[in-house]
């Protein structure tokens, strides 16, 4: 095997606009943050607790959809447009049970709020998020099946240019519900969800107003004679994408429970690890962009059947994760202590953060190759292993060896948040060793067949 240039310059094509598009989305929690941030200190809180709560479900629940990408992309390198349009209409009635699953999950909230311990008025205000955003998810639900299959087909530069719309109608729509402007009552941190909730249903509009417009996408006629809900079609798209849901769960918890974890270590603890996990989330968008691109190509093809240029693309990938990995490390490590000081002007908090960003210099390497294993395995139709790999990998291995370095003298003396994080690495490494492994044995079923 050996190294493609033109491969490796068709998966940056694909990935440079889902970077960006990516980086869009997280610039509105960022937004979000900043502008609850002016009210009040409870607001920020109430912000931080309610999207704590109902940020996994909604992320969990598009993983379902993800595997729409691949399947569209496979039907795309096979030419079959009336398979493109059949798992289109199928992934609308998924998205409606979907969406019907998360208002029922979400009238269980007030009973999480009340054993949180916070105080009343944070937690009236977080309830009062997600009374507004439930209402948004069948929108951003819409918006991800029109995404996947537009990328499916190869267009990702749309979602790029729709999560800009999203983002201009999240920062006025801020303005105006959290401050209370043009005759709307000042919801404070509430706000956000009801922004968020007319950002997801703009950006829907905004994907179906493009497929109405856009040469190829109108040459699938993906609205025209809707069929009725076909229960196995449904469960083909929910079976490929539960594992893709189960993974994006055990990691969004995962980051999520550290700080539960370490908060009798005390503030400039969770404060470090905070500034680490958010510095790391943004570096994240670039093995995660690839990931998203390589389960395009894959898919394509894949559906050609072009076994000889599959087996080409995948080791391709996987060196382009590994460029990708050593680039984003180096210029992490190289600029650690100035991106720390963007954070925070304590010099303990600064300490702690620089030391542990070392360490998610370290672990940019499996993370960049499970993910490009992740995204191969999409793109082949496989992710049965996905969900028990990232089970283990995430919270057998790294969170248990994470604990006791962090906690307990078992191994070491206690290394509080850094212990956490080498639990990490050591549960990334594991998880790219397994999903290459997984990868290397389909690629070994699909080649022992031609």
């Known amino acids: 095997m050996k190294f493609s240039y033109w491969e490796g310059k068709r998966l940056l094509q694909l990935a440079t606009p889902v970077f960006f598009a990516q980086i869009t989305l997280v610039l509105m929690s960022v937004v979000d943050t900043m502008m609850a941030g002016q009210v009040s200190a409870n607001d920020l809180a109430a912000l931080s607790i309610a999207t704590g709560i109902w940020n996994p479900l909604i ?7 993800l595997a729409i990408t691949g399947i569209v992309a496979h039907c795309h390198g096979a030419k079959d447009l009336t398979s493109i349009k059949s798992h289109f209409q199928q992934g609308m009635y998924l998205a409606l049970i979907l969406a019907a699953i998360s208002l029922l999950l979400a009238q269980l909230t007030p009973l999480v709020f009340s054993r949180l ?3 009343t008025q944070i937690t009236d205000l977080s309830q009062q998020y997600i009374d507004f955003v439930k209402w948004g998810v069948l929108g951003f639900l819409v918006f991800s099946i029109y995404r996947n299959v537009t990328e499916g087909v190869g267009l990702t530069k749309p979602a790029f240019y729709i999560s800009l719309i999203g983002l201009a109608v999240n920062v006025v729509a801020n303005y105006i519900f959290i401050y209370g402007k043009l005759g709307m009552p000042a919801y404070g941190s509430a706000g956000c969800g009801l922004a968020t ?12 107003l493009y497929c109405k417009r856009s040469e190829t996408m109108r040459a699938l006629f993906l609205l025209s004679s809707f069929a009725k809900p076909n229960l196995s079609a449904i469960c083909y798209i929910a079976k490929l994408g539960l594992p893709i849901c189960l993974a994006t769960l055990f990691e969004v918890t995962l980051f999520a429970c550290i700080p539960l974890f370490i908060a009798d270590l005390g503030a400039v603890a969770v404060s470090g690890h905070q500034i680490a996990a958010s510095v790391t989330t943004v570096l994240f968008m670039m093995p995660l962009s690839l990931s998203m691109a390589i389960a395009i190509r894959i898919g394509n093809l894949s559906g ?20 990708i990995a050593l680039f984003v490390a180096l210029l992490t490590f190289i600029g650690r202590n100035s991106i720390v000081w963007l954070y925070t002007n304590n010099e303990q ?26 995204g191969v395995l999409r793109g ?5 292993p996905i969900s028990y790999i990232t089970f283990v990998s995430y919270w057998v291995i790294g969170f248990s060896l994470g604990y006791i370095l962090a906690k307990t003298d078992l191994i070491a003396p206690a290394m509080g948040p850094k212990g956490f994080w080498i639990g990490i690495i050591v549960g990334l490494s594991a998880a790219a060793v397994m999903l290459l492994l997984s990868v290397r044995s389909r690629l070994a079923s699909i080649l022992s067949r031609c």
Request: hydrophobic share 55%.
């Open 349 to 374: 908090v600064a300490l702690l953060a620089s030391g542990i960003i070392v360490l998610a210099c370290i672990y940019q390497l499996p993370d960049a190759l499970q993910v490009a294993a992740n």
């Open 380 to 384: 082949l139709k496989y992710t049965k």
């Open 59 to 65: 992320f969990s629940l598009q993983g379902i959809l």
């Open 304 to 323: 050609q059947q072009a076994n000889k240029q599959l087996k080409t693309a995948i080791f391709t990938s996987f060196c382009l994760a590994t460029f």
């Open 117 to 119: 311990g916070t105080s």
């Open 197 to 208: 909730t007319l950002v997801f249903w703009a950006m829907a509009l905004a994907q179906w």
